[in-house]
Antibody
Framework: EVQLVQSGAEVKKPGESLKISCKGS????????IGWVRQMPGKGLEWMGI????????RYSPSFQGQVTISADKSISTAYLQWSSLKASDTAMYYC?????????WGQGTMVTVSS | SYELTQPPSVSVSPGQTARITCSGD??????AYWYQQKPGQAPVLVIY???ERPSGIPERFSGSSSGTTVTLTISGVQAEDEADYYC????????????FGTGTKVTVL
């Protein structure tokens, strides 16, 4: 079965760093892009960026360039989304999804709460 | 910035047809994709490349494209189709490799 399993919910304070993960299984991890999507509470979906684990080619939406870092470790079929200094406005559900033309397989989501 | 515009809401009676539009300047050059999201769940792809339906998606879901507007049509709407629907595409310059539409809440009356 093709699936993406994301790391668990996080509660952090402003200014802290964070790295959440997305582990793929059931398919060739290096042959598909993996993307990240933000959904703030009660709001719509936002396209953040994608990475090709085969060569780590990464594309960001201008809205998220410089705000987050997307990476991948193909040896363990895992993609990551990272913040160096969280803000309250980063509070959201974050989804990873496999990307081949479209986001065809989605992870279950990771809720990130940033609060003092 | 590049935007994809959808109506905030569409209401439809069971068995009727729901049509959801998505407008964007680059849509004549870029494929569109549609996702369904139910409360508390991850999105699900229902249409790709404007009009293709993934396996497992009911035939009542269809997509079409005309100029700068793409349309998701749900024929014979069922109560289970009540959800938020998002289009997704990209701009033609590559600056925005991916963008989601503003989202449409479909209510089954």
């Amino acid at each position: 079965e093709v699936q993406l399993v994301q790391s668990g919910a996080e509660v952090k304070k402003p200014g802290e760093s964070l790295k959440i993960s997305c582990k793929g299984s059931g398919y060739s991890f290096t042959s598909y892009w993996i993307g990240w999507v933000r959904q703030m509470p009660g709001k719509g979906l936002e396209w953040m960026g994608i990475i090709y684990p085969g060569d780590s080619d990464t594309r960001y939406s201008p809205s998220f360039q410089g705000q987050v870092t997307i990476s991948a470790d193909k040896s363990i079929s895992t993609a990551y989304l990272q913040w160096s200094s969280l803000k309250a406005s980063d509070t959201a559900m974050y989804y990873c999804a496999r990307h081949k033309d479209a986001f065809d397989i989605w992870g279950q989501g990771t809720m990130v709460t940033v609060s003092s | 910035s590049y935007e994809l515009t959808q109506p905030p809401s569409v209401s439809v009676s069971p068995g009727q047809t729901a049509r959801i539009t998505c407008s964007g300047d680059a849509l004549p050059k870029q494929y569109a994709y549609w996702y369904q999201q139910k409360p508390g769940q991850a999105p699900v792809l229902v249409i790709y490349k404007d009009s293709e339906r993934p396996s497992g998606i009911p035939e009542r879901f269809s997509g079409s494209s005309s100029g700068t507007t793409v349309t998701l049509t749900i024929s014979g709407v069922q109560a289970e189709d009540e959800a938020d629907y998002y289009c997704q595409s990209a701009d033609s310059s590559g600056t925005y490799p991916g963008v989601f539409g503003t989202g449409t809440k479909v209510t089954v009356l």
